[in-house]
């Protein structure tokens, strides 16, 4: 098997979704160590197929790469064949290939800010108006919330909520300790923000130290 008629990138995607013989992988393996360029090419690759995942992912990420048009009426032969004769593609392989995972790893670094943002908002208090439930050293109190959730609040310390809590949203803030029995709403999840940390709850019971 000659290296010039072999469609390395098919080739490692087929070995890193378990798809090659062992010879394939013989002939993968000695075209690795022939050059650190095929080495960054398959690292490269690799890096692409553990960010998508999914194999067909990839493949269409490789075929962007090589400018080659996806039609229903064409063969995986004929793309495959498209590559072999393409002059270019071996020249700019690996430069493009890093420009795709680059692509990637931005996508999920957005994906993560937007997660982060998630958090952050959970971190204020909203502006609007808020009640306050609050005991005093030595002395402990119970009460219900608009949803019908129940708190029982230890000695000193404080709960915080809008005035349109259970509208929306279900968000308090905790500042001490306090048991929580959660009225079940599986669209609205009860939220208790407590120093750092956001605990989110759809119905059941638990207690909360935050001091």
Known sequence: MENESINFDDLIIRYLSGNTTQSENQVLSEWMNESTDNRSTFNAIRNI?????????????????HDIPESPNNSDKDLDEDLDESPVHKSIGLK???????????????GALGNQLWVDQLKNVPSKK???????LGSRASTTLPDGSKVWLNAGSRLDYNLDFGNKTRIVKLTGEAFFDVKTDSLKPFIVKAGKLAIKAYGTAFNVKAY
Do not use: Y
Request: hydrophobic share 55%; charged share 10%.
């Open 49 to 65: 197929w553990l960010a998508t995942s999914q194999t067909s992912d990839i493949v269409s990420a490789l075929h962007s790469v």
């Open 96 to 110: 493009n290939i890093l420009k795709v995972a680059a692509v990637i790893v931005i996508t999920l670094a957005i």
């Open 130 to 136: 808020t009640v306050n439930f609050e005991t005093s």
